[in-house]
């Protein structure tokens, strides 16, 4: 997980309220990307980066937002929580060879 | 779109080979086979990629069937550490998407 980090580890929200999920690298990446896992599944893609300024969908955008103004940060927002956003969340950045290196993820729970 | 399917779960005994296959039929003639894992709920972990070619690094092998249709990771001797959930991924270079297949839970037995 070096040079990406992830903030908050653990986060528990009620229906409703939003949130900003952080993700830093400094590995200086033009790729980043943002994946949920839901228990017992594998990762799906919400969002994704190809640079500063430069945002696109995933398969799974619906209910999150991201912005990407610098190269080191990839917030991802959460505007009105639901409970099927209850889900652990990982950030990525892709790198040599386009092997991609996973933050230590974000659990949220949304009650 | 490019997607991987694998069994879900396997057992291995520990000091023997584990293999682990996938299969990406949809596969298009630039697109990359990646594997990672991922230990407990831990980010995922690159293991290793190929193209058409057999590839071997400290961790690991990787067998690509002369199709591309499906591949094989290769744990040459498994120890316990090893037991973890095992992803094939496609990079499909179009999207810059990568697409997760459903893993195979490995179980590495003393």
């Known amino acids: 997980n070096a040079g990406v980090t992830q903030t908050p580890k653990f986060r528990i929200l009620k229906i409703g309220q939003s949130m900003t999920l952080q993700c830093t690298q400094d590995m200086n990446h033009n790729y980043m990307y943002w994946y949920r896992q839901d228990p017992g599944m594998g990762l799906k893609l919400i969002y994704y980066?190809?640079?500063?300024?430069?945002?696109d969908k995933g398969e799974v955008p619906n209910g999150y937002n991201v912005s990407r103004s610098t190269t080191e940060d990839f917030p991802l927002r959460l505007e009105l929580a639901a409970p099927s956003q209850t889900s652990v969340y990982f950030c990525?950045?892709?790198?040599?060879?386009?092997?991609?290196?996973f933050g230590p993820g974000t659990r949220l729970t949304v009650l | 779109d490019a997607k991987t399917t694998q069994p879900t779960s396997m057992d291995c005994a520990e000091g023997r080979a584990a293999n682990l296959p996938c299969n990406h039929s949809?596969?298009?003639?630039?697109?990359?086979v990646y594997w990672y894992r991922q230990i407990h709920s831990q980010g995922p972990q690159y293991i290793i990629h190929g193209l058409k070619n057999n590839e071997t690094n400290e961790m690991a092998s990787l067998i690509i069937t002369e199709d591309r249709k499906s591949s094989t990771l290769i744990l040459p001797h498994a120890t316990l550490r090893d037991t973890a959930v095992y992803y094939c991924i496609v990079l499909k270079q179009r999207t810059n998407q990568f697409y997760f297949g459903t893993g195979t839970s490995l179980t590495v037995i003393p």
């Open positions: 949809t596969i298009s003639g630039n697109e990359y």
């Open positions: 990525a950045i892709r790198g040599e060879a386009d092997t991609q290196y």
């Open positions: 980066s190809v640079g500063a300024g430069i945002t």
